[in-house]
């Protein structure tokens, strides 16, 4: 009997200003450092998407967001290089200073540095499930595999 299969759910935010996205650089975690990606993280037990996705901003880059903020934008089915998925919830907030506060790198343990990008020009060390939610979202599209091979 094979083991259920177990697709942890991330939320991602996309955080926009203009044409350009907010991304963290990771360092020190032992997993994708010296990458770009964007704030994101599994849900906790119990927890909701719309809630998952405001604490992730306001743990990773100090951001308040109001629920009523984060709009869905697609869905990315992710594979990695070791073979392991996960199913990630993109959700996008135009940054408003005024409202959020400025981002701040909020976990220099796990990130060298934030940095605004281009969302049409990453960085060539973005990191691919990252990279395939900024796709989806400029190009209007509600779902994506990432990592998988063709059929």
């Not at 770009?36 to 119990?46: A, F, I, M, R, V």
């Not at 697609?74 to 996960?86: D, K, L, M, Y």
């Not at 499930?129 to 190009?139: E, G, H, P």
Request: charged residues 20%.
């Amino acid at each position: 009997m094979t083991a259920p299969p177990t697709h942890p759910v991330d939320v991602l935010l996309l955080l926009t200003h203009a044409d350009h996205v907010l991304l963290a650089l990771r360092e020190g975690t032992g997993y994708a450092d010296g990458q770009w990606n964007l704030p994101s993280g599994k849900l906790e037990h119990g927890e909701d998407a719309i809630s998952g996705v405001i604490r992730e901003a306001r743990e990773e880059i100090g951001v308040r967001l109001g629920l009523s903020e984060p709009r869905m934008v697609t869905t990315v089915h992710h594979r990695n290089a070791a073979g392991f998925s996960r199913v990630g919830l993109a959700f996008a907030v135009a940054f408003d200073p005024a409202r959020h506060g400025e981002p701040v790198n909020a976990e220099p343990h796990k990130c060298a540095k934030i940095e605004w990008f281009p969302a049409d020009l990453l960085p060539q060390n973005t990191y691919p499930y990252t990279a395939a939610c900024v796709r989806a979202y400029r190009d209007g599209q509600p779902f994506m595999l990432s990592g998988w091979a063709p059929s």
